[in-house]
């Protein structure tokens, strides 16, 4: 299988998939294979809370499908 290119087009793609989700990115690595890493500076300020409304739901119980549905 041939190493991997880390294109300009998908570090781009990474970077604004990051940016879009509210997260800082920081430092980017490239491997000695061709794959590559973003880390990430900033964390998102309330992901979990904007994903599902827990409200009402217990602690034992998983949340259904429909709760967690924008």
Do not use: H, Y
Request: net charge negative; hydrophobic share 45%.
């Amino acid at each position: 299988m041939p190493a991997a290119t880390p294109s300009q087009s998908k570090v781009e793609n990474v970077l604004r998939a990051m940016i879009a989700c509210g997260v800082q990115p920081g430092v980017i690595r490239v491997e000695a294979d061709g794959s590559f890493t973003i880390e990430a500076v900033g964390a998102v300020a309330s992901a979990a809370a904007d994903v599902a409304d827990t409200e009402g739901l217990r602690d034992d119980e998983p949340p259904a499908w429909d709760d967690v549905q924008e």
